[in-house]
Every structure is written in structure tokens, then in C-alpha cells.
């Protein structure tokens, strides 16, 4: 039921799949979600972090255009959630939802809680995937302002093809900070 993200574990501490089953069992909860469907809404706090186990899902606000601006994509393997309003208990400003029928393994605060203090090599684990997201989100800042529009959206096609193929082209240009226009006009230079 596990078996993904047992196998994403492994890939960063070792953790015996006897002793994870039961465990995991009493701790995350799997849920399928349809195309569209919300995770959370802004204004909710954030109970939970989610492991994507099959689908896509983004995390968006709705800027000062009245547009959706997204701030996160996440595929299998990856986590998503509003950290600020997950670990300090505030209402978010984000909205989460699926693009795609999802999969979506999620455990609440109090239960990771816990679920560290059963099998403390778990803190490695989550502390590794802290610090790669973090690692990630500033690279990308520099990206943003470093590179031309041209060379980030070169850059993240390159970088993250499986989402080009799954994601709408309108989806990618509001990640990236462009109109669709322009990556359309991009994606016909690219050709």
C-alpha cells in the first residue's frame, strides 16, 4: 500500500519494509483524488503534508492580477505542503489541488510527531528532504533573476521534462513568471 514511498525512504535511510508496513498503517492515510480536486483551500491551516504516490498536483495564490500564481508543482515521489502554515498552525494563503487523478498519501502533525519518536531515522529522512527543497527553491530564486526569461524557461524544460509533457503550457508560464503567449512563442522557437 506503501510500497513508493517506502521505496523513497529507502532511497535516503534504510528502513526494513517489515517494520514499516504496520507502522505506516497506523500513521498516513492514502486518498485518491480526481482531476481538480482541492487538497486544501487558502484560509484552511494546514494539517497535513502530502506525498504524492501517483499524479500531479500544484500548490497556487491568487495574485493582486486575480490570477492563479504557481509557486509549486509536485509528481510522484515528491511532498507538498504550506510549511508555514503547517508547522506554525496559521491559516495559508495557498490553495493546493490536483491536475491530474491523484494518489496522495498524507500524515498530520501530531501523527509525524509521533511517528518520529517511533522510528527516529525517520527525522534523517525528512530533515534530507527539507533540505533538498530548500536547496531547490533557492536555486530557483537565483534562476528567476539571474537568467533571462528565455534561458529559465530553456532551463526548466531541460531540468523537468516529465513536466512539460504533463502539465498545461499555462500552468509552466505561470511557474515560471511569463505569459502563455510568450512560452507559446517560445516552445514554436524551440522546434
Not at 518520529?116 to 533557492?138: C, G, N, V
Not at 530557483?140 to 539571474?146: F, G, H, I, S
Request: charged fraction near 25%; glycine fraction near 2%; aromatic fraction near 16%.
Amino acid at each position: 500500500m506503501f510500497r513508493n514511498l517506502l521505496a523513497h525512504i529507502n532511497r535516503f535511510v534504510p528502513l526494513h519494509e517489515d517494520e514499516a508496513a504496520t507502522i505506516f498503517a497506523n500513521y498516513f492515510r492514502l486518498r485518491e483524488y480526481g482531476k481538480k480536486e482541492y487538497l486544501q483551500k487558502e484560509g484552511q491551516v494546514s494539517k497535513t503534508i502530502h506525498f504524492v504516490d501517483k499524479g500531479c498536483v500544484i500548490m497556487y495564490y491568487i495574485n493582486n492580477k486575480s490570477a492563479n500564481q504557481i509557486v509549486q508543482f509536485a509528481i510522484e515521489n515528491w511532498w507538498i505542503t504550506d510549511y508555514n502554515s503547517f508547522i506554525n498552525n496559521i491559516p495559508s494563503e495557498y490553495y493546493i489541488q490536483t491536475i491530474e487523478k491523484s494518489k496522495i498519501i498524507s500524515i498530520e502533525l501530531p501523527q509525524l510527531e509521533n511517528l518520529l519518536k517511533e522510528i527516529p531515522l525517520l527525522e534523517r529522512y525528512f530533515r534530507i528532504i527539507a533540505q533538498r527543497a530548500i536547496a531547490a527553491s533557492q536555486i530557483r530564486t537565483k534562476y528567476l533573476y539571474e537568467m533571462s526569461k528565455e534561458e529559465f524557461y530553456i532551463h526548466f524544460c531541460t531540468s523537468f521534462p516529465e513536466f512539460v509533457q504533463r502539465v498545461p503550457q499555462y500552468m509552466i508560464a505561470s511557474y515560471l513568471g511569463l505569459t502563455p503567449e510568450y512560452v507559446s512563442e517560445l516552445r514554436k522557437k524551440k522546434s
